[in-house]
């Protein structure tokens, strides 16, 4: 599924500015819908848009991409209760992770294998954090992963963050 992403249509040039900006702070369920925005790059430096699209979630089985690419994604992040978490990132090649501002993961850097960076912070049920995940591959075996464990889990093995944890606000 995620390969077709990257594989299809030639690069464009962007008909309007890159969104970098900050989105609003939801405040309710109202305010939202689930998901994260991704702006799809045919380059590392992303200046060659491909497309802009809504995710559910970061979780890029390995493959085999045509060009190199690169992608952030934004928006928001929730959790249903107040522990300490453990974000980690699978990636190959370079990823940097940004929780509310904070930069967790700065691994931006070519690599031969993925690579999982390990990181904590603590959260508070019923907020919404302002999360950017950016990840570029040149190509060759080509994943991300974003994953996390809640410290008082009984599983303290990462998991992949579900859908029903991202928000952008409509």
Not at 16 to 45: F, H, M, Q, R
Not at 66 to 76: F, S
Request: hydrophobic content about 35%.
């Amino acid at each position: 599924i995620y390969q077709d992403r990257f594989n299809s249509g030639e690069p464009e040039e962007p008909d309007t500015p890159v969104i970098t900006e900050t989105l609003p702070s939801p405040t309710d369920e109202n305010d939202y819908i689930p998901g994260l925005l991704a702006t799809y790059y045919a380059d590392k430096d992303m200046t060659k848009l491909i497309k802009r699209q809504f995710d559910p979630l970061i979780n890029i089985a390995p493959y085999k991409a045509d060009h190199p690419t690169a992608i952030p994604w934004t928006g928001y992040i929730s959790i249903r209760k107040t522990p300490n978490y453990s974000f980690t990132s699978m990636s190959n090649d370079g990823c940097k992770l940004w929780v509310n501002d904070q930069l967790l993961i700065n691994d931006w850097a070519d690599k031969d294998e993925s690579v999982g960076n390990s990181a904590d912070i603590k959260l508070e049920e019923g907020r919404f954090y302002k999360i950017k995940l950016e990840f570029y591959t040149m190509g060759d075996n080509s994943e991300m992963r974003l994953m996390w464990t809640a410290w008082d889990s009984d599983n303290q093995s990462p998991v992949i963050i579900a859908a029903e944890n991202f928000y952008i606000p409509k």
